[in-house]
Nanobody
């Protein structure tokens, strides 16, 4: 069984910073793409940032220049450094991972979500 455990959410003032982490645990052969989405009540889950195993990144236009995604393949962990936060960044943030198992099977997993609130 694979689990993604997120940490790092919380309350921050506008202009502040937070760093989210998401660690995958379980019997994993390797992980291809990892990344982050976010969701506010009543709206769809939106893509924020993604990173390939080789380190290629892509971002939503709304966070370009403010958020930086990175990963540690040895730890099966993905991070997102969020700077210059705005009230509109308030959401539940979810990580995902495209996991490959030793038998060659593949499956997408999601974290449980962590709340980020940007408010003065």
């Amino acid at each position: 069984q694979v689990q993604l455990v997120e940490s790092g959410g919380g309350l921050v003032q506008p202009g502040g910073s937070l760093r989210l982490s998401c660690a995958a645990s379980g019997s994993v052969f390797t992980i291809n793409n990892m990344g982050w989405y976010r969701q506010v009540p009543g709206k769809e889950r939106d893509f924020i940032a993604g990173i390939s195993r080789g380190g290629r990144t892509n971002y939503a236009d709304s966070v370009k220049g403010r958020f930086t995604i990175s990963r540690d393949n040895a730890k099966n962990t993905v991070y997102v450094q969020m700077n210059t936060l705005k009230p509109e960044d308030t959401a539940v943030y979810y990580c995902y991972a495209d996991v490959i198992f030793y038998d060659g099977g593949m499956r997408n997993y999601w974290g449980q979500g962590t709340q980020v609130t940007v408010s003065s």
